[in-house]
């Protein structure tokens, strides 16, 4: 663990912010403090934000749609504004990327990389914009002619976790402007300071007040509220399974109002005997290992075949031992710290209960001692059974459990052995191996020798208790209208009415 050398890059004193409604800033009533989780010190003063400040918010996005200020502008005129946004995003890049490190403790090189992403979503997004549209049918005979219009479903809601916070909003913002929605964005409470930074970009760029809205605080009384919320249209949620399920409970007890869900994952990584071993290593090691495992889409276990699993395991410990864990802000830290306390305890007795349980640890299994914040070895398990809870429960930590197989499948088997469904990976030179596990297993997203590759072009998404609905990609966009089916008669009529 190298020292801990941040320099200037910790602030003096806690930068403030303000909550954003309607084009302006407004003071916090209540103010909390985020600490930074690699280096203890208080780094942001968040505001607590009231059911008022809630209905505030509901109220301009309410007002911003129906009086058409952003719905009624050409798509090129939004992609103007979200390309606008995109050099925005380029200009405050380091910035951005610092308060990330600041409050999430991912390291500074990550951060700056996940940045590249977002200003690649607000691009895409903007392209989204302009092409846009409904269909036309003209099969329906001489006299009727049809059209689909896809109009924007109105003001949307978007709840965040704490994991990737920017890049998340990302994946989502533009998409959901562009299809002429506004928003009422609610961040995670220890990581809301990029989401305010965001406002202050678009203003810039030139985006109509109550079009994009933030409100600030805790899950339970802000994020609940905006589920609850009859002025909401629509909600988008990214977080946990638990919570996605209240997000249900909550549109069906108010005013059925559409969901998309992107929820929990315990993703497989299957690895069989043909593949290049030191490639498959090095994508489980980075598979499981990104972002502390605080990952969505981590490849939490790894199914091996058994001839090979050995050497496998063997290669792959080795490799997630030289991972440089440690300060975020040293340019060559790979990870860094976990992010909230909470997190921190839930790994580290995921790690004790797979002790208990008679897994087996070939590396890692403890926390890094240095005597500020929170760092936790990469961490693998062997001779994990099906029914372990290492086995079973998403961990969101770096802890990656191995499971062995014998046929193609008993590796579809056990990869489809969850609940959830959101991304998963094979590794094989055999294509009609690697084609076949790609078909038969259920996941949103699947990579095959690779690993979390791939840009906002494509949905993302999860099947099962994964979620519902997609982001990014043009589908992103139109998960955010709803379409309206048109009928225009040509000519005469043809009358009911006869006599
Ligand atoms: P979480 O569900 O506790 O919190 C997510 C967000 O929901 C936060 O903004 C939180 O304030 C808010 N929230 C909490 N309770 C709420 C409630 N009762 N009503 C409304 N909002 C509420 O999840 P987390 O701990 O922040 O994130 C970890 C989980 O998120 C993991 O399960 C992970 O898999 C999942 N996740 C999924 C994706 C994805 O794209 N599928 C991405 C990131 C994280």
Excluded at 95 to 112: T, Y
Excluded at 414 to 437: F, H, R
Aim: hydrophobic share 40%.
């Amino acid at each position: 663990m190298p020292e801990m050398t941040p320099g200037t890059a910790l602030p003096e004193t806690p930068r403030e912010f303000g909550f954003f409604v309607d084009g302006k800033w407004h003071k916090g009533q209540e103010m909390f403090d985020r600490h930074s989780p690699a280096h203890d010190v208080p780094v942001t003063r968040i505001p607590r934000c009231t059911t008022d400040d809630l209905d505030l918010a509901v109220r301009a996005a309410r007002r911003a749609f129906d009086d058409r200020r952003w719905s009624g502008l050409s798509g090129g005129a939004r992609a103007a504004v979200l390309l606008r946004a995109a050099e925005g995003l380029r200009r405050r890049r380091d910035e951005i990327a610092r308060w990330e490190v600041l409050e999430n403790g991912k390291p500074v090189a990550q951060a700056s990389g996940e940045i590249d992403h977002c200003i690649a979503c607000f691009e895409t997004a903007a392209g989204a914009a302009r092409l846009l549209h409904g269909d036309s049918f003209n099969n329906l005979g001489d006299g009727l002619f049809g059209m689909t219009l896809r109009e924007p479903i109105g003001v949307v809601g978007l709840i965040t976790p704490w994991n990737f916070p920017f890049l998340i909003l990302c994946e989502r913002a533009p998409f959901i402007l562009a299809s002429g929605c506004t928003l009422v964005v609610k961040p995670a409470e220890v990581t809301s300071a990029t989401t305010l930074i965001l406002a202050d970009i678009l203003s810039e760029a030139g985006i109509p007040a109550g079009v994009y809205n933030v409100v600030t605080g805790t899950g339970r009384e802000i994020g609940q509220a905006l589920t609850e919320h009859v002025g909401i249209d629509m909600l988008s949620f990214t977080g946990s399974t638990a919570v996605g399920r209240s997000c249900v409970h909550a549109s069906a007890n108010s005013n059925l109002k559409k969901l998309g869900l992107e929820l929990g994952g315990k993703n497989p990584i299957i690895v069989f005997a043909d593949a290049d071993l030191e490639d498959a290593a090095d994508g489980a090691a980075f598979g499981i290992s990104f972002n502390t495992g605080q990952c969505c889409v981590s490849s939490s276990r790894l199914i091996v075949e058994r001839p090979v699993a050995e050497e496998f395991e063997r290669i792959l410990a080795r490799k997630m031992e030289k991972i440089r864990v440690g300060d975020p802000f040293d340019p060559e830290t790979q990870i860094g710290a976990i992010t909230t306390e909470t997190q921190n305890k839930t790994i580290l007795g995921y790690i004790e209960k797979g002790k208990a349980e008679g897994a087996k640890i070939v590396t890692g299994g403890a926390a890094l001692k240095t005597g500020h914040g929170r760092f936790i070895q990469p961490t693998l398990f062997s001779g994990v059974t099906p029914s372990m809870s290492i086995a079973r429960d998403e961990i969101f930590g770096p802890v990656l459990s191995s499971f062995h197989f014998d046929t193609l499948e008993e590796a579809i088997a056990l990869a489809n052995d969850t609940v959830y469904g959101l991304s998963a990976s094979v590794w094989s030179k055999n294509i009609d191996q690697a084609l076949t596990v790609t078909r038969r297993v259920q996941a949103g997203r699947f990579w095959v020798n690779t690993i979390m590759a791939g840009g906002p072009e494509t949905p993302t998404g999860g099947f099962k208790q994964s979620g519902w609905g997609r982001e990014t990609g043009l589908l992103g966009v139109e998960e955010y209208t709803q379409v309206k089916s048109v009928h225009i008669e040509t000519g005469k009529r043809s009358h009911w009415i006869t006599s």
